[in-house]
């Protein structure tokens, strides 16, 4: 089992970038796979991106393809999440979460969850 911590959420202008951070704890976080989810105000949580355990092969919702960027660093157990040419219709809580599969996942079966980091668009 992994230990999530997400980072780096905050208010940005729409057109803007932010980095969101995912630090991990537990000495399995390498064989995992790593996703990203979002949850706006009344809506369901949604999948953004996923990253497999060696960092090889990434997904992306079509919503954000081009605009968002996943990678990790296993040797510092770090996740991050790159978003450019934000828009208001990003405003979400993002989640980051684990699934011991190692293999890019796009449900919301994971195995561990993030308490969550606020990302809020303004036009």
């Known amino acids: 089992q992994v230990q999530l911590v997400e980072s780096g959420g905050g208010l940005v202008q729409a057109g803007g970038s932010l980095r969101l951070s995912c630090a991990a704890s537990?000495?399995?976080?390498?064989?995992?796979?790593m996703g990203w989810f979002r949850q706006a105000p009344g809506k369901e949580r949604e999948f953004v991106a996923t990253?497999?355990?060696?960092?090889?092969?990434?997904d992306y919702a079509d919503s954000v393809k081009g605009r968002f960027t996943i990678s990790r660093d296993n040797a510092k157990k770090m996740v991050y999440l790159q978003m450019n040419s934000l828009v208001p219709e990003d405003t979400a809580v993002y989640y980051c979460?684990?699934?011991?599969?190692?293999?890019?996942?796009?449900?919301?079966?994971?195995?561990?969850w993030g308490q969550g980091t606020q990302v809020t668009v303004s036009a």
């Open positions: 979460a684990a699934d011991r599969s190692g293999q890019v996942v796009t449900t919301k079966s994971h195995d561990s």
């Open positions: 537990g000495r399995l976080f390498s064989s995992y796979a």
């Open positions: 990253i497999n355990w060696s960092g090889s092969s990434t």
